[in-house]
């Protein structure tokens, strides 16, 4: 059973940056593409950013150049960078393959005020 242990969330203001890591059990290759979603209060789960085994990224529209989703296979870590927040940016923050799997970490919150 594969794990995911995401951290690196906290309260900032907007215009902050945060930098988000997800831990992943065994060999991130295993999967053909890794992504960062994030649930907004009161709103769905949704895919912010995503890079496949050949190191391609996507992203939503949203966060489009302000986010950017990175890996570390020696580390088995994915990251996410994210600068220049908004406030509609808060919402806990997981990682998951894409498409996702039942695998879901605890999740970390971040909160952008304003």
């Known amino acids: 059973q594969v794990q995911l242990v995401e951290s690196g969330g906290g309260m900032v203001q907007a215009g902050g940056s945060l930098r988000l890591s997800c831990a992943v059990s065994?060999?991130?290759?295993?999967?053909?593409?890794l992504g960062w979603y994030r649930q907004a209060p009161g709103k769905q789960r949704e895919l912010i950013a995503a890079i496949t085994q050949g190191g391609s990224t996507n992203y939503l529209e949203s966060v489009k150049g302000r986010f950017t989703i990175s890996r570390d296979s020696a580390k088995n870590t994915v990251y996410l960078q994210m600068i220049s927040l908004k406030p509609e940016d808060t919402g806990v923050y997981y990682c998951?393959?894409?498409?996702?799997?039942?695998?879901w970490g605890q999740g970390t919150q971040v909160t952008v005020s304003s």
């Open positions: 065994g060999s991130i290759f295993r999967f053909n593409a």
């Open positions: 998951n393959a894409v498409p996702y799997t039942a695998a």
